[in-house]
């Protein structure tokens, strides 16, 4: 049943010009399948660490402790006037080699890895701006009330400020999860195996260079939707009654 869907796929295609024949061959149908999930697997782990990484650079930068703070805003300025590719091979050829050298070979951390932490701190230290300015627009108001309730500073940070500079912050927050969602396709650069890497490696062998990239785009273009999707859901969930009107 499946051949024969992909048979006529690989049919229906051809008068427009389009080669998708690589489907019909066993190796690298799976080989593009699991391109797809190794991309889908690095969307999964880089969100959620991106967003940890972004609250606690963003707690950082507020603390109003100049050890902190000033460290970190060197951070961040580094880190999102470098290109992710450079932060990337740096991370892997040079600190990955000299943790190895001193693990001697036992190095714990993968090529997959890697690209998960650096994509993920890269867009931390943009989720961390918006937060700041989240947390910088909470009504003084609200943080005179806070104060009267005997509320410490972390408290006043963890309970009123972050939960509200969340609501604030979202629509930024979700247009950088976007674009982290298309720059896990770095990984390629490293020859992790995720889609657009195993799509290079079919078209190496094969004529279909237009073919891979027109389902590359599709793919992302779906995965950036499903993220969009779901943070319109929560800015409609976590709306503030009444606020801005």
Known sequence: ??????????????????????????????????????????????IPVSLVFGVLIAAGLTSGRAWLTRPLTALVELTRNTPTLVQLYCAFLVLNMLISQKLEGGNP????????????????????????AGIEAVPGVTLEAARSLAFSRGEILWRVQLPLALRFALPA???????????????????????????????????????????ILLYFGLLTWVVSVAGRWLENRLRMPGYGQ
């Open 109 to 132: 951390i993968t090529p997959f890895m890697w690209v998960v932490l650096v994509v993920a701190l890269h867009k931390a230290v943009f989720h961390a701006e918006a937060l700041r």
């Open 173 to 215: 927050l979700v247009n950088n999860l976007v674009d982290l969602v298309k720059m896990t396709a770095i990984a390629s650069a490293i020859a992790v195996g995720d889609v657009t890497y195993e799509s290079i490696m079919i078209w190496s062998q094969r004529d279909n260079v237009l073919e891979l990239l027109l389902l």
């Open 1 to 46: 049943m499946t051949e024969s869907l992909l048979e006529g796929w690989v049919a229906f295609a051809r008068p427009f010009g389009l080669n998708y024949a690589f489907v019909l061959d066993a190796g690298e149908r799976v080989a593009f399948v699991r391109g797809l999930w190794v991309t889908l697997q690095l969307c999964a782990a880089s």
